[in-house]
């Protein structure tokens, strides 16, 4: 349904008077990545790694520099008006904030009924009301909620809303970013439970992005770790936790807090091996693998070379432990990294 080709994203930053003009910033760098019907994949990195601006550039919310968006066969970035229309109906976002993405001016009758106008040709008020009706109740809302405005809703009750505009013109792909991260955990939970019945009913393909790797790994079938723009790792989730094969990875799964004192222990150890150090400038990216400068297994070629993504037995990886070195040959790097940081 959804397939990505070696997409970039460059920002030019507004020149300053008197100021030398500034190096454009390389936000999303070669990303490739396929999404099936059904199927759900979620997207983690820290901030800065570029993960909002793959949702935008997906969406078509900001330009791409090169590369192709292929939906269904076609390449979004070379839509026309009456196209764009097409595929903004089959292609929605829920996005970060609820407090900002919802008009305060409107009713959540207008909020989600607008899209149904405008998307599926209903004008009739109370037609269109009653479809707004069974949207909000399949997102745990009442119909009282109709006639009310964002402010006299929750943040919890926000993102439902948002999640039912979403689904309001049946889409096809839905892309949730960071729609989770302005709740409580209690809210989290039912919004990441309500998104899989939805998901299970209607056959959606979703893309879910979110810092919080227990969340992603209760929600996603397969999960790509993105880093300063590039897509380091794609595996399937199981396998991926388990088995990372690149020393990114591994350090964001060594970061995840566990409730047993004996376990955060062993892995004290593991987290320390990894070079406390800043990520580079997306603006001045270094000419090998920008995560050299804190990977505690570097070798001299990382500092030189970006790595192609190396196949491995559940997806791919861009590190040169799988192509030089000790040639892990898409083999976990825990192991690996262990050894090291004993050493």
């Given at each position: 349904m959804l397939e990505l080709d070696n997409l970039h994203v460059r920002y030019t930053p507004t020149k300053k008077l008197l100021s030398p003009a500034a190096k454009p910033v390389k936000a999303l760098n070669g990303v490739s990545f396929s999404l099936g019907p059904g199927q759900t994949m979620g997207l983690v990195g820290e901030s800065g790694s570029g993960k909002s601006t793959l949702a935008k550039a997906i969406l078509k919310l900001t330009d791409v520099h090169s590369g192709a968006i292929n939906f269904e066969?076609?390449?979004?970035?070379?839509?026309?008006?009456?196209?764009?229309?097409?595929?903004?109906?089959?292609?929605q976002g829920v996005l970060q904030d609820p407090y900002s993405s919802l008009n305060p001016l409107h009713d959540?009758?207008?909020?989600?009924?607008?899209?149904?106008?405008?998307?599926?040709?209903?004008?009739?008020?109370?037609?269109?009301?009653q479809r707004v009706r069974e949207l909000l109740t399949l997102v745990g809302l009442s119909a009282d909620f109709l006639e009310r405005k964002p402010h006299q809703l929750s943040g919890g009750q926000r993102q439902r809303v948002s999640i039912a505009r979403a689904l309001a013109v049946e889409p096809k792909l839905l892309i949730a970013d960071e729609a989770t991260s302005a709740l409580d955990v209690s809210i989290q939970s039912q919004i990441i439970n309500l998104l899989k019945k939805i998901q299970q009913e209607k056959q959606l393909a979703l893309l879910f992005i979110a810092h919080d790797l227990e969340v992603v790994k209760h929600i996603a079938t397969d999960v790509g770790v993105m880093y300063l723009g590039y897509l380091v790792e794609l595996g399937k989730t199981e396998t991926l936790y388990s088995e990372p094969t690149h020393p990114y990875t591994k350090m964001l799964l060594a970061s995840i807090p566990v409730p047993n004192p004996k376990q955060q222990e062993k892995r004290k150890a593991l987290r320390q091996s990894f070079i406390n150090a800043e990520p580079p400038s997306p603006s001045n990216l270094p000419m090998g693998c920008p995560f050299a400068n804190r990977c505690p297994v570097a070798m001299d070629i990382c500092k030189k070379e970006m790595p192609d993504p190396t196949v491995t037995a559940n997806g791919f990886s861009r590190c040169h432990l799988h192509t030089s070195g000790p040639k892990l040959d898409g083999e976990t790097v825990v192991d690996f990294i262990k050894k090291q940081a004993h050493t």
């Open positions: 066969g076609q390449d979004v970035t070379q839509l026309n008006r009456k196209d764009s229309l097409s595929f903004r109906k089959n292609v959540v009758g207008v909020i989600v009924g607008d899209p149904i106008t405008r998307h599926l040709g209903i004008k009739r008020r109370d037609t269109r009301n």
